[in-house]
């Protein structure tokens, strides 16, 4: 999603050309290209798939059919990890506890068939300012304390710093998912004001902004983490520009952090 | 600050002909209208005043002139409240808990002085979207953990729907807040998205976003609040329109929630 302006082929090969050993893939370019194309594609240049963002949407209705097409579309992929983002209220509705109470029982419906299916689910907290319309679950504990009803091999968790940074209890919450094994996927963005209108597309490039990443880094890798690091960038700015450039700008920012 | 547009005389005016009983004041158009006219003006008319904002900014150089001299316009207006909004990093900073303790700091040294002078400093945990440029407190929890170093008459906490609404252990700090006869102002304003650039004037007229507000009153309620209720809308679309016309709207809004 950081090039999203890089169709598949390109940007698989600039991967590989860049020594970027793995890649976070979203559904949308992925069955436009064709699952089993980008699967063979990806699998034929030796990159793993590190995750496939996004499940969820539970308020939402059709959710059931939803994800288990995107379970299966991880097994296709070959990936182990499915992002999970879980959705907001539903239309008109003011209850948050009772959207978060029908997002924690999707879970319970999914999980087994991922676990069948050898897919993690991964909870996502995303940041406060999306709990109304993207994503209910707006903190690590809260999406632990979800995942920590199945076993971690069926539902965990994504430390995602932009979503995270400014939360007091998080370092905590990170040693908690970290113990029980369930951080399924880091990801790092940055965190700049002013935000754009609608808050979706201001995750500004590693080390531009507030977010100390370095100390995250540290934090996830103390509480036992030694996967994939995926960079996750919504940013019209980056998006409007070359996406070979981006890429690179993107490992060199990476590397520098 | 709902109605910045109308002049000091005319706010006051409508707002004893609409039966509204106080009026939180903004620093700005009191010093602009003379602080003593601004007292007389409210005193003669049998309004309270019931908070003064804001004090606060405590990362930022020049803090602790400005606030006594906060504390002391608070006396001269006749309200106990002055509301903190705490600040955020300092330029160039990625030291989010050192601005915490900064903060903390802060309001020690400020603490004796306020309660001195008979006035209650009132953190305001803003929404975490906040807390690099504005607010380091972004829950009422952090607000609470530093005010208990303090007597409740000299530090306590404002409960603002828009920056906590999201928070699942909200209901429960709001309830602690509660029993330490901490919660010193109660504010509301609704969230809608989408939310405008820079996300500092999207506070919705209250019953037309996805806040529960008659549940936020019956749990601050229910924690021992007896306290007025003041309404706070920053929204670019009301600053706009007629200031007499908004009011009477808020007022209508207020009496429906």
Known sequence: MTVRQLPLPDLVAHCVRLGIPGVGL?????????????????????LTV???????????DG???????????????????????SGGLPPGSRDLPG???????????????AGRRGVRLAIEPLHPMYASDRCAI?????????????????VGVVVDTYHLWWDDRAPAAVARAGEGGRIHSFQLADWATP???????????LGTGTIDLKAWAALVEKAG?????????????????????????TVEAFLAV
């Open 99 to 113: 959207a978060r109470a029908r997002i924690a029982a999707a879970i319970g419906t999914l999980a087994p068939y």
């Open 138 to 154: 707006s903190t690590l504990d809260q999406a632990l304390d979800i995942a920590e009803h199945f076993p971690a091999e069926q």
């Open 26 to 46: 979203w559904r949308e370019p992925v069955q436009e290209y064709g699952i089993e194309a980008a699967a063979a594609l990806v699998r034929d240049a030796g």
């Open 195 to 205: 935000l754009p209108a609608g808050v979706l597309d201001g995750r500004a490039q």
């Open 63 to 85: 959710w059931e059919a939803a994800n288990r097409a995107a379970i299966d579309e991880c097994v296709a992929l070959g990936t182990d990890t499915l992002v999970l983002v």
């Open 50 to 60: 590190t995750t496939l963002c996004r499940g969820g949407f539970f308020t939402t």
């Open 225 to 249: 983490y030694a996967g994939p690091v995926e960079v996750e960038l919504f940013n019209e700015e980056l998006w409007g520009r070359d996406g070979v450039t981006v890429l690179e700008e």
